[in-house]
């Protein structure tokens, strides 16, 4: 029985011996180089519909063992905005042995705004009914793409039973953490109002920038989906492009209204 145990303990020490021997190997022909990425620019500018192609533009790699790597660079994700519509971005390339390099650099993006609000339909309400202002309101980022489900209530100052005004604020932040606040103002109607639709229930024009409300009076539609003769449509307009801020723009034709947010925002309006 003793021999066995010897015979047993005597393996146990050549297979350690086997298996050490073995990453001992492995480590000495490791490769002993990392891959290196450069880059032409520490910082870029791109659209805000940019391609990969843009955001690997002048960036190279090379490795002692592989040679060049440019075209297997890979980019990360972006950080949150560092300043403006700047952010970083990381690069990141693997050579044979699976070593990774990586590269950080500044990324702009040109033209960039915040997130803006849109609506499905306009904030009219005739008194009694059940639906609210919160959930016609969604969002639209440049970056992002639809924000909807990102869209916080703020407050909300609106009695949907009976005629009267009132207001719903909301937010929304897009994964750069560039963020947007509205005050939209709400209109309860009495029930038995006839309403007009509008494909264009929210517009944002720029400050200074010229604005006629006359022109959209051909998105006007009636319940049913008829389209109402524009020289028949009325329109009393509150906007002042001359000032950023929220406003309206009434629309009536015979018994049926509706009502259309105008935003005017800063022309420099940019996230930070």
């Given amino acids: 029985m003793r021999y066995i145990r010897t015979a047993v303990v005597v393996l146990f020490v050549i297979a350690m011996g086997i298996f050490a021997a073995g990453k001992w190997k492995t480590f000495i022909q490791r490769d002993p180089h990392v891959p290196v990425i450069t880059a032409e620019q520490d910082e870029i500018t791109v659209p805000v519909d940019y391609t990969q192609e843009e955001l690997l533009q002048g960036m190279s790699a090379s490795d002692e063992e592989d040679g060049d790597l440019t075209p297997s660079i890979m980019t990360g994700e972006f950080s949150p905005f560092i300043s403006g519509n700047t952010c970083h971005l990381n690069y990141i390339v693997f050579d044979s042995a699976n070593q990774p390099g990586v590269y950080r650099r500044k990324v702009t993006f040109e033209g960039y705004r915040p997130p803006e609000f849109t609506l499905s339909s306009p904030l009219v309400f ?17 970056l992002d793409g639809d924000l909807s489900q990102m ?16 207001t719903v604020t909301v937010e ?35 400050k200074g920038s010229t604005f006629d409300p006359d022109e959209y009076k051909k998105n006007l539609t009636y319940a049913d989906g008829t389209v109402p003769d524009p020289s028949e449509v009325t329109a009393q307009s509150g906007a002042d492009t001359a000032e950023t801020g929220v406003y309206e723009v009434h629309y009536t034709c015979a018994d049926a209204e509706t009502w259309m947010t105008v935003v005017v925002r800063s022309q420099e309006e940019v996230n930070g």
């Fill in 126 to 142: 005739r008194a009694g009914g059940s639906e609210t202002a919160y959930g016609r309101i969604g969002a639209q980022d440049m």
């Fill in 151 to 166: 869209v916080r209530l703020v407050d909300e100052n609106v009695s949907y039973m009976a005629e009267g005004e009132g």
């Fill in 172 to 206: 929304v932040s897009n994964s750069f953490g560039a963020s947007s606040e509205l005050v939209f103002p709400v209109h309860v109607v009495p029930a038995g109002t006839e309403l007009l639709n509008t494909s264009t229930p929210v517009v944002y024009v720029d």
